[in-house]
Antibody, heavy 117, light 108 residues
Framework: QVQLQESGPGLVKPSETLSLTCSVSGGSVSSSTYYWTWIRQPPGKGLEWIGYVYYNGNTNYNPSLKSRVTISVDTSKNQFSLRLTSVTAADTAVYYC?????????WGQGIPVTVSS | ENVLTQSPGTLSLSPGERATLSCRASQSVSSSYLAWYQQKPGQAPRLLIYGASSRATGIPDRFSGSGSGTDFTLTITRLEPEDFAVYYCQQYSSSPRTFGQGTKLEIK
């Protein structure tokens, strides 16, 4: 059974870069079958799709974040990562990684990230 | 982008009753590329339905999905105590993928 686990700092300063990693076990990010996705959820609000990466590095981003976001895959570590630059308080959220470019069949537990000085 | 609007915002029902949740899209969702998720407090969402009407692995048959085009429905027959949660629809017919704002199903 595939499992995903987010990791990274829980506190980021405004204007800095948020960097998170999703470690995958029980499955391979090198598989051509799946896309690997990042989703976020601001406190008390709904879900926002950030984007996804394919095993070959191809990506698809939400236009609302496209200028600030990079999602990459590291097949040697069986991980994929999220970088979000120039963060503000509006980027405070629980960040989830998931498997799937369409419906998400598997999700990580989520990692809360606060943007504050 | 394809905006999804869920109704009602909150649904108050009792265990054993039937719940009907609606999701309306601003643009047609081709090939019924619509999913439903359940989220409980402090937990990640869980996939219930994909392809508008196909149940995900391990999902009880009291959950069913229907609809096409711009109007979709999630039905939960015979509510169990563990079904009280927030439900989200998501379309994956176009990019960016989008979610509805959620329907909170609460115990009456």
């Amino acid at each position: 059974q595939v499992q995903l686990q987010e990791s990274g700092p829980g506190l980021v300063k405004p204007s800095e870069t948020l960097s998170l990693t999703c470690s995958v076990s029980g499955g391979s990010v090198s598989s051509s079958t799946y896309y690997w996705t990042w989703i976020r959820q601001p406190p008390g609000k709904g879900l926002e799709w950030i984007g996804y990466v394919y095993y070959n590095g191809n990506t698809n981003y939400n236009p609302s974040l496209k200028s600030r976001v990079t999602i990459s895959v590291d097949t040697s570590k069986n991980q994929f990562s999220l970088r979000l630059t120039s963060v503000t308080a509006a980027d405070t959220a629980v960040y989830y990684c998931g498997r799937g470019g369409n419906q998400l069949t598997h999700w990580g537990q989520g990692i809360p990230v606060t943007v504050s000085s | 982008e394809n905006v999804l609007t869920q109704s009602p915002g909150t649904l108050s029902l009792s265990p054993g009753e039937r719940a009907t949740l609606s999701c309306r899209a601003s643009q047609s969702v081709s090939s019924s590329y619509l999913a439903w998720y359940q989220q409980k407090p402090g937990q990640a969402p869980r996939l219930l339905i994909y392809g508008a009407s196909s149940r995900a692995t391990g999902i009880p048959d009291r959950f069913s999905g229907s609809g096409s085009g711009t109007d979709f429905t999630l039905t939960i027959t015979r509510l169990e105590p563990e079904d009280f949660a927030v439900y989200y629809c998501q379309q994956y017919s176009s990019s960016p993928r989008t979610f509805g704002q959620g329907t909170k199903l609460e115990i009456k």
